[in-house]
């Protein structure tokens, strides 16, 4: 399997996370692809965006929930970076509307769940794909394993990775068993053999986050597909190892 670089968040080691200028430095950066995290707004906009609340990445307070896309649009989301111009949070229809215009770069959505309503947020995202879905090849993932299989159900013909902090008891199993085909695994858990397993199962193991130099080199030349806040970084290193 080829050894993918996804820019985590964008290149959020750099640029504040989870906006268009990350993703466009990880575009700039070579990266393969981009993962982000998708949240609803109060009237059920997908959202891009980490946490909860507001409160850490913009100048805000309060939770996503709370507030409506509108209202959301007045936040400064790159307010802690103040060499850097002000952006919005963006929506998930227009991260998909961008990538559009780079379709060989892949898409990692991770829906965070948070206590919602999941056919709320399968309903939501579903309804964004259908109108805003380019070529570029997606694969959706999250915590919460029971929004994916309902994910799966609506869209039997998307990507789905099992997200998880911990390993997996027989993996291959539980990973088809969802109707997956990939398995985004914390970074300490993962091993050379580890790898070597899971692929030869046929499923695809993407590991987060990867930051460090060494851990990067060993990763990548184990070929595992990565997670970085350093998409350049990491796409250096990947060259020297001539993979
Ligand atoms: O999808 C991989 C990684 O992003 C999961 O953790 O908390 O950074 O969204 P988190
Ligand atoms: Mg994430």
Not at 60 to 79: C, H, P, Q, V
Not at 133 to 143: L, M, Y
Request: aromatic fraction near 8%; proline fraction near 5%; glycine fraction near 6%.
């Amino acid at each position: 399997m080829t050894t993918m670089i996804y820019a985590h968040r964008g290149a959020s080691g750099t640029y504040p996370e989870n906006t268009m200028s990350a993703f466009q430095a990880a575009v700039l950066a070579s990266a393969d692809g981009i993962e982000f995290d998708i949240q609803l707004t109060k009237d059920g906009v997908p959202v891009v965006i980490h946490d909860e609340t507001i409160d850490r990445t913009t100048d805000g307070r309060g939770a996503i929930s709370d507030y409506t896309a509108a209202e959301l649009a007045r936040f400064n989301a790159a307010a802690r970076y103040p060499h850097l111009a002000p952006e919005r949070i963006p929506t998930l229809a227009e991260v998909l509307a961008w990538a559009d215009t780079y379709p060989a770069l892949l898409l990692n959505l991770e829906l965070k769940a948070y206590g919602e309503d999941r056919s709320r947020v399968v309903a939501a995202v579903s309804q964004v794909l259908q109108e805003t879905k380019g070529s570029n090849e997606i694969v959706v993932s999250s915590f919460d394993h029971i929004v994916l299989a309902h994910m799966k159900e609506a869209h039997p013909e998307l990507e789905i990775a099992v997200l998880t902090m911990g390993p997996l008891f027989q993996p291959e199993k539980y990973i088809e068993n969802l109707g997956a085909t990939g398995y985004h695994l914390w970074s300490p858990f993962v091993t050379e053999p580890v790898i070597q397993d899971v692929q030869s199962a046929g499923v695809a193991l993407r590991s987060f986050t990867v930051n460090d130099e060494r851990q990067l080199r060993d990763f990548l030349s184990w070929g595992c597909t990565i997670f970085t806040d350093f998409p350049e970084r990491a796409v250096k290193i990947r060259s020297e190892l001539r993979l």
